[in-house]
C-alpha cells in the first residue's frame, strides 16, 4: 500500500516537499517552489529509489550559508516518514 507524505521545510526556498512511499521506495516526489529545474532533476532521478539510500546520501547537503537545503530537507522528510514521525496518508 502507498502512503502519501507532505512534509513542510523549514530554511528553504521550497514551501512544501509531496511523495509517495511503498515498500520502502519513494515516487511521484514534488517540491513546491524552489529551484524547479534542480528539483525536478532531483525527482526524476530519485522515482523508485530506495528511500533510506536517498535520504542517507542528501543528508547534509548545504545551500549557500542556510545551513540545510531542498536536498537535506528531503532527507529529514524521509526519515521522518520512515520512522512514523509524521502524518501519512495512505493510499489505497
Not at 21 to 43: H, R, S, T, V
Not at 56 to 63: D, K, S, T, Y
Request: with cysteine; glycine share 10%.
Amino acid at each position: 500500500m502507498k502512503e502519501f507524505v507532505e512534509f513542510i521545510p523549514t530554511g528553504i526556498c521550497s514551501r512544501k516537499i509531496t511523495f509517495e512511499l511503498e515498500d520502502g521506495k519513494m515516487y511521484n516526489l514534488k517540491f513546491y517552489g524552489g529551484c524547479q529545474g534542480n528539483l525536478k532533476a532531483i525527482a526524476i532521478l530519485l522515482e523508485g529509489a530506495d528511500a533510506l539510500r536517498a535520504a542517507e546520501m542528501l543528508r547534509g547537503n548545504q545551500c549557500r550559508d542556510k545551513g540545510t537545503s531542498c536536498a537535506d530537507q528531503l532527507a529529514i522528510a524521509i526519515e521522518q516518514a520512515m520512522s512514523g514521525k509524521m502524518f501519512q496518508q495512505k493510499i489505497a
